[in-house]
């Protein structure tokens, strides 16, 4: 059973910078493709980023050149590094898992999911 465990999250100032971990259970982060959704207010899920086994990375154009997924498989984490945030990046953070190797950036696609952590930017 794969297990994720998402946290970092917090409060910041826009302009400020957050990162945000993904402990992965057994060999999860190397192997599988991982990504990072966000749940705003009153807002849907959505596609932040992800990561194949390949370190083939696609971001949403709304992230796009601020923030960054990594990931390190000595310590099976995969990570999100937030920069220049804004308000509008205000949601719950969640890290999801796929065994394929395509970076899809429908919910549907990625059957494992984090509990979730909060990431709140004031003005």
């Known amino acids: 059973q794969v297990q994720l465990v998402e946290s970092g999250g917090g409060l910041v100032q826009a302009g400020g910078s957050l990162r945000l971990s993904c402990a992965a259970s057994e060999r999860t982060a190397s192997s599988y493709t991982m990504a990072w959704f966000r749940q705003g207010p009153g807002k849907e899920r959505e596609f932040v980023g992800g990561?194949?086994?390949?370190?083939?990375?696609l971001y949403a154009r709304s992230v796009k050149g601020r923030f960054t997924i990594s990931r390190d498989n000595a310590k099976n984490t995969v990570s999100l590094q937030m920069n220049t945030l804004k308000p509008e990046d205000t949601a719950v953070y969640y890290c999801a898992a796929r065994s394929g190797f395509i970076v899809y950036t429908g919910i549907n696609e990625y059957p494992y999911w984090g509990q979730g952590t909060q990431v709140t930017v004031s003005s």
């Open positions: 990561i194949n086994r390949s370190d083939d990375t």
